[in-house]
């Protein structure tokens, strides 16, 4: 089928023998097209690692940095805890000292009959008269035990007044326990 004596490559082979040679031709042209698409995803999936690729590696940075911040107020923290134990103990071993060297005064008194060097009759008169059942040196061995067990001052006070009669505990108690604001 010709028209104005050229042929249609289009159209349908004018003989039987052309084709195959159509055939092949079409084929291959398939085949090229299927090429190019397979060279076209090869490349999107290229693109698609390389973008995933970058996104693991920003993610992967977030995450260290954000471990990093954690990891640096983590520290802040336990340098900060540290710190006050460290200085909770210095205050207990200082208070440790003091009901220590009560209790060796006590010890010294209970030996000798003296306090601070004067017979246990001629106390100071700052210290608390001991009255009833007890007497001075026996309240403030008692006194320096409870304290040792860990009891309050107050505690303390509560029992040395019901225990010993004791109306005025303050000087013994800052005996045991220290002054009242000296942070003993």
Known sequence: MERDGAKDP???PES???LPAAIAARVEEIVRAAEREAAAVQRDLAAQRLAAEAEIQRYLA???HRADMLSGE???QL???TGELVERAEGTAHQLEALLDALRRTVATLQTGTVDGQPAAAAAPDEPAVVGRRDLSAARLVAIEMAVAG???DEVEDH???AFDVDDTRALLDDVFGAV???L
């Open 10 to 12: 289009e159209g349908p």
């Open 16 to 18: 039987v023998g052309d």
């Open 79 to 81: 340098r900060e805890l």
């Open 74 to 76: 983590r520290t802040q």
């Open 62 to 64: 977030e995450a260290r």
């Open 151 to 153: 009891r309050t001052r």
């Open 181 to 183: 604001g000296t942070g």
């Open 160 to 162: 040395l007044r019901d």
